[in-house]
């Protein structure tokens, strides 16, 4: 990812809350071999006449309640413990949890748990924090995530930009980061509820499991809510090897294996080459070369030109006009322009012909 979201973003709502604790209470009464309390018995005072009605609700907590039983109490005893961790899911994400040898769920109880979360995820459109709020849970929960972006735009790809959160508009998907077909206990999970754009929810990520890769190899994949960031490099690309374009070598720095992941599934080097190098590629040196002449900047030798590619490529920067890939392509360019080979000479004319047209 090029940048994480905010942890203040994803404090839980009184409804996670109350999801939370009716799927913990099911599992705290089968491992201990008593009766799960009934449906009255686990509303919130405070919310109860928002929720006594909500019979889809109320029939799918009955089945997790029957599902249940199907679970040794030792199992229902270790899922709880699952549950109650404040970490489980970063070290699900991490590697350091297999979630399925940590929580394990009978297919029943998988399914009851899968059809209750997803169901109170869809309700999250409807439901509000308090009766006066203008904006659902859901939109709410965008709302914090948005304001707390360092830039407006998707942070799995920095191609699409995000639209300001507003009931009349319409706002950008909240996805299930780990799938909620292949992992329910995160079904309303907040830190698992990441606004994404629709080319990388709906035409790249789909249902993938980001865990598990194509040939049922475990891996590992960057926290949405965590610390590690990708910085974009194309210190090893060739600037001539593709007809009219450089050959691309697009790299993560730090190089991480999560970072792999990322590529694996968003389909990161492709989209980067295809929609904002192959594309922009022309356009970004038309503009360079304008601020060249308008700005009488020096290109006589290839010293000149790399120290005027590098004093451009320090003016972009951010996620401005795809900024994170574009500053990239300067320096590229500009340690290229000093190489000892013919590539720095070409490099140079290229540059010196590009600036004198």
């Keep these: 990812m090029l940048y994480t979201y905010s942890k203040s973003s994803v404090t839980p709502t009184w409804f996670q809350d109350f999801v939370s604790a009716m799927v913990s209470g099911v599992l705290r009464a089968r491992s201990e071999q008593v009766p799960a309390s009934t449906w009255q ?5 405070a919310h109860e006449s928002e929720l006594l009605g909500r019979r889809g609700l109320e029939s799918r907590y009955e089945d997790l309640k029957k599902a249940s039983l199907t679970l040794s109490p030792e199992d229902a005893r270790q899922n709880l ?3 109650a961790s404040s970490s489980f899911y970063e070290d699900v994400l991490s590697g350091a949890v297999d979630y399925r040898v940590s929580f ?3 297919a029943p109880f998988n399914m009851a748990l899968k059809d209750l979360l997803g169901f109170s995820f869809k309700l999250l459109r ?3 924090n308090t009766p006066g709020d203008i904006l659902s849970l859901r939109d709410e929960l965008y709302r914090r995530a948005y304001e707390a972006m360092p830039e407006h735009v998707c942070p ?3 191609l699409s930009t995000f639209g300001a959160p507003h009931p009349d508009m319409p706002r950008e998907a909240l996805d299930h980061y780990l799938s909620l077909s292949v992992y329910p206990l995160f079904g309303s999970h907040l830190p698992n509820l990441v606004p994404m754009c629709h080319a990388c929810n709906s035409s790249f990520k789909l249902a993938t499991d980001m865990l598990i890769a194509d040939d049922g190899t475990p891996r590992v994949c960057v926290d949405p809510h965590g610390s590690q960031t990708a910085k974009i490099s194309l210190a090893n690309s060739e600037p001539f090897g593709n007809g009219l374009l450089p050959r691309w070598v697009i790299d993560f720095d730090p190089a991480l294996d999560a970072f792999e992941t990322w590529d694996q599934v968003f389909k ?3 989209r980067y080459q295809e929609n904002a190098l192959n594309t922009n590629f022309k356009g970004w040196l038309d503009v360079f070369a304008r601020w060249v ?3 009488s900047v020096d290109v006589h030798d290839s010293n000149a030109v790399s120290v005027a590619l590098s004093r451009w490529a320090a003016i972009i920067g951010g996620f401005d006009d795809r900024g994170f890939i574009k500053k990239p392509m300067f320096e590229m360019l500009a340690s290229s322009a000093l190489r000892p080979d013919d590539v720095g000479t070409r490099v140079t004319q290229f540059v ?3 600036c004198a047209l």
């Excluded at 018995?41 to 005072?45: G, I, K, N, R, Y």
């Design 41 to 45: 018995a686990v509303l919130p005072a």
């Design 81 to 83: 413990l699952a549950t």
């Design 104 to 106: 394990a769920a009978t």
């Design 126 to 128: 409807e439901i509000k």
């Design 156 to 158: 799995f790809c920095g």
């Design 268 to 270: 990161i080097r492709l």
């Design 293 to 295: 002449k308008t700005s």
């Design 352 to 354: 010196q012909t590009l």
